[in-house]
């Protein structure tokens, strides 16, 4: 996308300075012209506030929420230095009560919708947004069948206003099946759909007996040989890569998530993401080494370590030293794994969130599985991988990475289970009942992460939060909001600006001249008295999306306002007219544009859908 502005549509008597865009004098400028006189402008300038607030959960020893604490029950320090908490709140949201049916209006009267006055909107910065993600590259279908049909009946009964739901599943690529939205009809639909696209899970477990079995066939050639281990290494490096690409997309759903406003939670449904991928096979190839081929079996009995006076079928190399190539060093396999390991990027990935005011609920979607017995009747090729203490190396690996991100964001696991329901409910506690704290710390928006600690004065209790963030400053915090209306649709707009977008042109190189139309309400703005004129400065952002998802970078301008002290008045009840010029491909689009008031500190960001090309060609 390219950016261009171009001359205002209209000029008015207001002098503005040279090269700006003028204002537009029109029949809406004085109907906007008796509401400045009502609110006179406001020439002093507005300080932005940063707050820190927190959402803190509390239980008992027992799990169960404890809701009687006080503000001075709670000590707060940022970076080990305390801070004094200025806001205090005990949250406890009511669940949606059932609407009643619309009753027939009486004869002759108005439509009972008409009748009855509309309910207030809900404040966005209390609402909840929620991201169900479904992680389709590594969980098996009859896991996901179970997992998505309880959370159906989860959503289905847990609405409350203002709250949204997004669906999203990666595979090969992060796809949204349903964006937000407060229908939980349409919800539920979109889960249907996704219990019916394929998994990849069962490809990971077919894949690690393959690498399983060509290891005891190279031990077998040559026990011990350098060359049975590369079966492993394979393995755990093409597990790795599917890790990473599960951490990039679960990254840029938290990137589109962190400009929106309220309460952000993500419910991170999978069977588990190795935290070390291919460790089970590494502990699989020592064993082989310790214990000889296939058929030489073992649950790590004494009697065959080295040491233990017992005699011992080792391969060559340094763990035997009787190969007749080069041979693999099993006393190294566990160093061998943890080359692989993802548990640094896993670490990351919660930092990010927890930046981003983003809470990780993860679901294991497997749910509490018994391990399979290796008895005589088991495929020989296999009996090694399905050892109890090989099988627990590979489930505590899965484990891990839930862990991680609920933990270290201030969510919960929900492990080993099979009936999710209760452990949704427990989720839906911290919705809906919960402390909010907060406070003013020292810096703004110096773009430094924090760590906060929380304690509660009153013994045995459990607290959980987000226990860091980032501080953003203000222009990537308006960058956040922007890419949220670009990609989600969230708009807010205090500053009452009408966003038109005009009709595409050809231009050159196959594209099109997009323009977009804004129309600023002057009275709406802070405006300074600056050596003889009234002064004001506004920043503009826009950035455009494709039907590919693939969004453009975002572009900025800095916009000063000048109005002489005689033409004040007249000029606060005019409409200020500024023209974007985007040069953009053919196809179904989207534009967000980002207006501040950088004197007001207040900011609007919308959002509209463009097609481009089409409309252009039938002109010409």
């Known amino acids: 996308m390219m950016m261009r502005i171009t001359k205002p549509l209209t000029l008015a008597s207001v002098l503005l300075a040279a090269g700006t865009p003028g204002l537009a004098a029109s029949s809406a400028a004085s109907t906007a012209s008796a509401s400045s006189a009502a609110n006179p402008p406001s020439f002093g300038e507005t300080v932005e506030v940063n707050v820190v607030n927190l959402a803190i959960y509390v239980t008992d020893r027992d799990g169960r929420r404890v809701t009687d604490l006080k503000k001075g029950d709670f000590a707060v320090s940022e970076d080990g230095r305390p801070v004094e908490v200025s806001n205090f709140a005990v949250v ?31 404040d966005p910065e209390n609402g909840l947004s929620l991201v169900v993600f479904v992680d389709d590259l590594h969980i098996q279908p009859h896991n996901r069948t179970r997992a998505v049909e309880q959370i159906r009946s989860f959503l289905s009964r847990t609405a409350r206003p203002g709250d949204r739901v997004l669906l999203a599943t990666h595979d090969t690529g992060l796809r949204v099946r349903q964006p937000f939205t407060e ?17 990849f899970g069962q490809q990971d477990d077919a894949s690690r007996r393959t690498a399983y079995r060509a290891m005891v066939t190279l031990n077998d050639l ?11 290494e394979g393995y755990a490096a093409q597990m790795r890569g599917e890790a990473l690409r599960t951490i990039g997309a679960l990254k840029a759903m938290i990137n589109s998530l962190a400009g929106i406003p309220g309460r952000k939670a993500l419910l991170f449904v999978s069977d588990g993401i190795s935290l070390t991928p291919g460790e089970e096979l590494f502990e699989a190839a020592k064993e082989l080494c310790e214990g000889g081929g296939a058929s030489g079996f073992s649950t790590k009995d004494d009697s065959r370590k080295p040491g233990s006076g017992a005699p011992q079928q080792l391969g060559g190399g340094t763990a035997g030293g009787g190969g007749t190539g080069e041979g693999y060093d099993s006393s190294q396999a566990a160093l061998d794994a943890q080359k692989y390991s993802v548990a640094k990027q896993f670490e990351d990935l919660a930092a990010h969130a927890s930046a981003n005011r983003v809470t990780f609920y993860t679901l294991q979607a497997s749910g509490l599985q018994g391990y399979a017995a290796a008895g005589v009747d088991a495929d020989p090729s296999e009996r090694l991988l399905q050892a109890p203490f090989v099988q627990q190396i590979q489930t505590s690996n899965l484990k891990g990475s839930l862990t991680a991100l609920a933990v270290d964001t201030g969510g919960r696991a929900m492990l080993d289970v099979n009936d999710f329901l209760p452990e949704l409910a427990r989720m839906q506690e911290d919705f809906d009942s919960y402390y909010s704290l907060g406070y003013a710390p020292s810096h703004a928006g110096d773009g430094k992460v924090h760590h906060v600690e929380v304690k509660v004065k009153r013994a045995g209790l459990r607290v959980r939060y987000l226990q860091s963030y980032r501080d953003k400053p203000p222009l990537e915090r308006m960058a956040d909001r922007t890419l949220a209306a670009l990609v989600h649709g969230v708009e807010d707009n205090p500053l009452e600006i009408a966003l038109e977008i005009g009709d595409p042109t050809a231009a050159e190189n196959g594209r099109f001249d997009v323009p977009v139309h804004l129309r600023i309400p002057l009275f709406k703005l802070a405006i300074l008295n600056q050596q003889g004129n009234y002064q004001g400065k506004l920043r503009i952002l826009v950035a455009t999306r494709d039907e590919m998802g693939g969004a453009s970078a975002l572009r900025q301008v800095e916009v000063p306002l000048q109005i002489p002290r005689k033409e004040v008045l007249s000029a606060m009840g005019q409409y200020y007219l500024y023209t974007l010029t985007l040069k953009m491909k053919p196809g179904s689009q989207h534009v967000a544009v980002a207006v501040r008031d950088e004197i007001a500190a207040a900011t609007s960001y919308l959002s509209r859908p463009v097609t481009v090309g089409a409309a252009a060609r039938t002109a010409r």
């Open 92 to 122: 406890a949201r009511a669940a949606a009560a059932p609407r009643p049916p619309a009753a027939a209006p009486p004869s002759g009267g108005p439509p009972a919708a008409e009748a009855t006055a509309a309910a207030p909107a809900p």
């Open 183 to 199: 229908d939980a009809g349409a919800v539920d639909a979109a889960l249907r759909e996704v219990e019916r696209l394929p998994t």
């Open 222 to 232: 040559e026990p011990c040989g350098r060359q049975m281990i590369a079966p492993a």
